[in-house]
Structure formats: structure tokens, C-alpha cells
């Protein structure tokens, strides 16, 4: 069954007569009926009653009717999707996020992204992925949220914030006493992290590694897991500030600056040259800056206003 065949039928269908179909679908009348007897044969079925004025439908034609109807009006909106695609205004985009806490600002993000771009299917790529960025290339992701950025081939890099890392501890912690932390004060302290790799922790590759400080490890999946556990004094912790910042307010915890100058990391959007053509994409990353900067302290701008891309 050819779709050539199927619109035909429909058209007929809808005009009962033979010559006003054959306008419609810009054919002769005989090539009409000899589309008609193709599909009839088939189908192995009579689909319309002879000789009757206007034509109607058998049983089987009107059961083929309903799958026309429906075929067509797919058709329709893949082509209406289509027309959007290429406008820059509908899409998919699927976001991996490096980073466990990053779900607290990005849900915010995504959420007025939506009023204004409904079209837009947002999703999530969630898991632990050893190369984030790969799922770029590997068609598994849109975009990806990275605080590192590797050259690679065909993937451009749009900053989102600049954000301050702090050392965790309980209030009676003897740490808790001190103006700031360096590498030397986690030597004998159990660090809680989450389950990743050590070149993503900004403690551990910009200052634990460099001093050759290598303290005892806990792991845990949650955020407040690492904290309830650095409240009982079972270690410390270096989270962004964002992560952390309604602990702070309910003096849960206490944090320190990493170093007399702060430890700063910064975050990117790592989208494919071929993503950044579309319109939505630009304006995902100037929502995410802009609704950071709004809601979360700790974080300061680095990208300004919205990103020129393709």
C-alpha cells in the first residue's frame, strides 16, 4: 500500500465523485480509478459501492478511511514539526549533567526555558558517563554541562557561571576554627565525595593532588548524605556553594574558602557545531545564565549576555 494511493482514496472519500478527487490530487480520472483498483486488489476487498452517486463507502472502505485519516494527519504534523526544526524554534534537546548537584539549578533553568520555548522536548541523560562529551558525537545528547574543557572535534564550549568550591564541617569541628583551609588541613580527615572520578572533584585535582595530599575517602550519592554525615563528624566535604547554601542558612554545617583566595571552578554548555544553528539552543544557555544569577549565591557571571552561535 503506497501513500500516493492512500491520499487518493481519501480524497475520493471525501468528494464522492471521481472527477472532483482527480482535481484534488491533480490526476486524470482514469489514472484515479486505476489507482482505486490497485488498492482494491490490494486490499482484496470492494472499498466503495458501484454505481452510486455520491460514492460511498463499503465497511472495508470505511475501515481504510480511518487509517487514512490517521496516516495523513502524522504526516502533517511531522511536516508542521519539520518547518519548526528548520525555523530554529522546535527540537529535542536531551541535557547530561556532569555534576550530582548540578539538578538543583538546572531544574529551574529547564523549567523557564519551557514557558517560553513548549515546542522544544527537554529531557535528561541521566547516569554516571566516563566521557560526557562523547555523547555528542554519539547522538545520546544535545547538550552537556562540564566544568572542563577538553579540545575535541566539532564541540563548542559556552561558559554558564563561575562558582566557588567550599570545605565542609560540623560546628564543633576543630577545623571550624580557622579563617580558611589548605591542602595540609585535609591530610588527616576523612573527605566525603560522590562516586566519580578524581579529575572531576576541583579539591582533589586543583589542590589535594598538587601538595601530594591523599586523605582517606567515603563516597555516598546523595548530597544530604554527605552532609548529615559531615554534621556527625564522620569527615569533611567540598561541595559549590550553590549545593550547600540552605545548609548554611540553617547553620547545619559550617564552610570555609579553600585557600586565602577561595577555590573557583567554572561551568560550561558543551554543545556539536551542528546543534548550534538552532535558536533554542542559544537561548537554553542565556535562561540558564540568567536564572543562576537570579536564584543562586556563590556564583558569579561569566558569560554576559546571550551567546552568539549559529
Not at 165 to 193: C, G, N, S, W
Not at 199 to 217: G, H, M, S, T, W
Request: aromatic residues 8%; proline residues 5%.
Amino acid at each position: 500500500m503506497e501513500l500516493r494511493q492512500l491520499q487518493t482514496f481519501l480524497a475520493l472519500a471525501e468528494t464522492g465523485n471521481l472527477s472532483k478527487a482527480a482535481r484534488r490530487v491533480h490526476l486524470s480520472q482514469p489514472a484515479v480509478s486505476h489507482q482505486l483498483k490497485g488498492l482494491e486488489e490490494e486490499c482484496g476487498v470492494q472499498l466503495f459501492e458501484r454505481k452510486t452517486s455520491p460514492l460511498r463507502l463499503t465497511p472495508a472502505g470505511q475501515r481504510l478511511l480511518t487509517l487514512a485519516y490517521e496516516v495523513d494527519r502524522s504526516i502533517r504534523e511531522a511536516q508542521r514539526d519539520l518547518a519548526r526544526i528548520a525555523q530554529g524554534n522546535a527540537g529535542r534537546l536531551r541535557i547530561a549533567v556532569e555534576c550530582h548537584s548540578c539538578f538543583d539549578w538546572l531544574m529551574p533553568s529547564m523549567d523557564a526555558f519551557r514557558e517560553g520555548w513548549p515546542e522544544v522536548e527537554l529531557d535528561l541523560v541521566s547516569g554516571f558517563h566516563a566521557d560526557p562529551i562523547g555523547l555528542l558525537a554519539e547522538d545520546r545528547a544535545e547538550l552537556v554541562i562540564v566544568s572542563q574543557t577538553p579540545k575535541r572535534s566539532g564541540v563548542l564550549y559556552f561558559p554558564l557561571f563561575r562558582y566557588e568550591v567550599f570545605a565542609l564541617m560540623a560546628k564543633t569541628h576543630p577545623l571550624a576554627r580557622k579563617p580558611y583551609l589548605t591542602a595540609r588541613d585535609f591530610a588527616q580527615e576523612t573527605l566525603i565525595t560522590y562516586p566519580i572520578p578524581d579529575e572531576r572533584l576541583d579539591l582533589i585535582r586543583e589542590v589535594l593532588a598538587p601538595a601530594k595530599v591523599n586523605p582517606q575517602r567515603r563516597t555516598t550519592e546523595l548530597t544530604v548524605a554527605i552532609l548529615q554525615l559531615v554534621a556527625s563528624r564522620r569527615g569533611v566535604a567540598a561541595l559549590p556553594g550553590w549545593t550547600v547554601q540552605p545548609y548554611l542558612e540553617r547553620d547545619y554545617v559550617t564552610a570555609k574558602r579553600i585557600g586565602k583566595n577561595g577555590l573557583f571552578s567554572n561551568l560550561y554548555a558543551a554543545i556539536s557545531e551542528e546543534s548550534s544553528r538552532f535558536v533554542y539552543m542559544q537561548e537554553f544557555i542565556f535562561i540558564t545564565r540568567r536564572t543562576c544569577e537570579e536564584r543562586l549565591k556563590f556564583v558569579h557571571s561569566i558569560g554576559g549576555g546571550r551567546p552568539r552561535i549559529r
